[in-house]
């Protein structure tokens, strides 16, 4: 389902480049590069660092990939992220947006926890699939973004010596952030006189 998603916008996107582009008064290529805060209200906050190249297409859609690192309370997660973003509005003054992306993510933990002394070995357990939707605005090129990472949880098992499951523990993945970028590319156009 979420390929056919996916799929279904591209396509869409493609055939509104065709119609739009000549229209265009923006720049088509930019990169964001961006500095976050994780917010977490369980566990202490974390930082978040971002780069993002992007193509915008008849000046309300953008497709990406973003590259980010989060590292948070015991726990760092890195992803790659396709994404797709639609502006509200033309202006280059205010230009808010909404956006969603899906991707790979992929979990370094540190979570504190050790088996007993009968454990033989750990096995951790993550879907490294994930979903991200954002809101935000851009103005000239400054760009403010709150997101929401849904990551599937980490189950964590420790098993005996004869592979007998002892324990099982889950660890939440998923996250929220606001994430302030500088837009390096992609102004206005210069009208020809």
Known sequence: MKKCLLLFITL????????????????????????????????????????????????HYKLGINMEYAHRYMKSVGSVVYTFDYYLTQSNRFRPFAGMGIGHYIMNEDLGCSGGPSTNSTLRNTNPTGERFRIGFESGHLRLAFEYNFIQKTYVSDMDASGKTLATAAYDNAYMGIKLGINIGGGLKKRAK
């Open 12 to 59: 869409y996107v493609s055939t509104q480049c065709v119609k739009a582009q000549a229209d265009q008064s923006f720049k088509p290529f930019k990169v964001t590069m961006g500095l976050g805060k994780v917010i977490d209200f369980s566990q202490k906050a974390g930082i978040i660092i971002n780069w993002e190249p992007s193509y915008t297409i008849a000046q």
